[in-house]
């Protein structure tokens, strides 16, 4: 029943915002109207230029001494909020959370910038800045952790450890072999939230990272145990051109077309490999299955009795995994 007076709830929220939207009552691409402001348009938010001048939101934690952890959200459209729970690490790591090209409160930029190769370059970028001389540590959930893969895929040598939380297919013939979302960004429920382009246009992705915001529930009941929670995703802003785009960049003829595994196998350092109970989809018989056979070293971590939303929802439970398994933490074992 809450679920279905939630689904209402934000069905008519959706209607609302469409027809406040029509009617001109305000301007829905003035900064701050809908959605809150990007770096782009708040200078108090701190950022990071990347080398072609696209700024993104990024905070540190700890001491830079330290070793370098570099977060990945999930998504794709995603953004760093889930991953703050996580400031814990900086007892150890010099960590640094950040909201991926073009999603989150980084700045919007053209859907040609959503491509494996530049969300590759934009993170050695990172790695080489921040930790120029020693390898880092990756944690990434969800998406986040097909990153990592890609990552370490194209930079092997400049990864020293990573953690994968539940990542989505790491590879086109595992992606075909199973529905990864219940239903794709053009289907019947977002475009009854407006989905269109009008919402995608030029200067219309605060329409669209609104609207997605509303409907972000709707489409992955296998993932969590109430796929209507609230909790199960934490967002500053969502990126819908974000989304959109680059799972367009990853699609030929409307199939998968992508790589993320092949030379895993080659990667030989420390792996840390987790999946929960609940989630059906891209759980932990998942990772077991398809994963966890990709890589030289790697540890199967089963966490029972949690959903997809674990990282947002029980921060504490996923300090307590990473202090058992990551490398600065060794000797306090």
Known sequence: MRSFVRRS????????????LASGCLDP??????????????DALPRFTLRDGALIHLRTQGDPKNPTLITLHGGPGGD?????????????????HWDQRGTGLSERVPSSDFTAETYAADLHELVQHFSPDAPVT???????????????QRHPDRVGEAVLSEPG???????????????????????????SEWAMSPDGDARADFLLS????????????????????????LGARAMRDLQSSAKTDGEWD??????????????????????????????ERHHAPLFCDV??????????????KHPDRVMEVLRAHLGAYEGAR
Request: negative net charge; contains cysteine; hydrophobic residues 40%.
């Open 138 to 152: 990756l944690f990434g959930h969800s998406w986040g952790a097909m990153y990592a893969a890609l990552y370490i």
């Open 258 to 287: 992508f790589d993320f595994s092949s030379g895993l196998d080659r990667f030989c350092k420390p792996v840390t490999l987790i999946g929960t109970t609940i989630n059906t989809v891209i759980g932990f018989e998942q990772q």
């Open 80 to 96: 760093m909020r889930g991953m703050l729970g996580l400031g814990a690490l900086s007892e150890r790591y010099f960590v640094v």
């Open 169 to 195: 297919f790491l590879n086109a013939a595992i992606a075909n072999e199973t529905e990864l979302f219940t239903f794709g960004l053009t289907a019947e429920g977002l475009n009854d939230l407006g989905w």
């Open 299 to 312: 540890e199967l971590v089963r966490i029972e009795g949690e959903d997809h939303g674990w990282v947002n």
């Open 9 to 20: 709830c934000r069905a008519c929220l959706a209607c609302l915002a469409c027809l406040v």
């Open 214 to 237: 509303l409907g972000q529930g709707w489409s992955q009941p296998g993932y969590y145990e109430d796929p209507d929670d609230p909790d199960n995703l934490k967002a500053f802003r």
């Open 29 to 42: 691409d003035a900064p701050g109207n809908l959605v809150p402001r990007t770096v782009a348009e708040d």
